[in-house]
């Protein structure tokens, strides 16, 4: 699996043994003020659970009504209101992403330039054009339907979200 251009800082190793253990990690992410602005790479094989994740994030902030996977229209994007104030969410999914040159020919450099949360599955498929992340997650699903999840903080704000 590649890695995000940027070093990490931090590294947690976590195990959720079933969804509910996303579930609660996709709780306590959502309850960080770091959240309304960072960008969070999702890593790991088909099936591994990265749109599940993303579901209970969504859910969390407050998302209401279908949540689909973007794999063919590559972005679905969200709005909440988060404190008072709304909250912009991009769930980006690049596994069909082939050539780095799709990131710039499909004009997401200026969604990545506004404020809001951006949550990315097969971020490397992106290319190196593409901003770095706060936060990588490694999920790595186990022979007993357990996840092990490496969460890479690969910023500042990454840390805290570890917190």
């Given at each position: 699996m590649a890695l995000s251009h940027l070093p990490i800082l931090e590294t947690r190793s976590l195990s959720w043994?079933?969804?509910?253990?996303?579930?609660?990690?996709?709780?306590?992410?959502?309850?960080?003020?770091?959240?309304?602005?960072?960008?969070?790479?999702?890593?790991?094989?088909?099936?591994?659970?990265?749109?599940?994740l993303v579901r209970h994030l969504l859910r969390a902030l407050g998302v209401q009504g279908r949540i689909k996977s973007p794999t063919y229209a590559v972005v679905e994007?969200?709005?909440?209101?988060?404190?008072?104030?709304?909250?912009?969410?991009?769930?980006?999914?690049?596994?069909?992403?082939?050539?780095?040159?799709?990131?710039l020919d499909a004009g997401f450099r200026d969604i990545?330039?506004?404020?809001?949360?951006?949550?990315?599955?097969?971020?490397?498929?992106?290319?190196?054009?593409?901003?770095?992340?706060?936060?990588?997650?490694?999920?790595?699903?186990?022979p007993d339907e357990s996840r092990r999840v490496l969460a890479h903080a690969m910023s500042q704000r990454g840390k805290e979200l570890l917190a």
């Open positions: 043994p079933d969804e509910a253990a996303c579930d609660q990690f996709a709780l306590a992410l959502a309850g960080h003020p770091g959240i309304a602005d960072a960008c969070i790479e999702l890593d790991g094989p088909l099936g591994a659970g990265k749109t599940t994007p969200y709005e909440v209101m988060r404190a008072g104030q709304p909250l912009a969410i991009s769930h980006f999914d690049f596994y069909r992403f082939s050539d780095p040159r799709e990131w990545f330039a506004r404020p809001g949360l951006k949550l990315c599955e097969w971020a490397q498929n992106a290319g190196p054009e593409r901003p770095p992340a706060d936060l990588r997650l490694e999920i790595q699903p186990q």
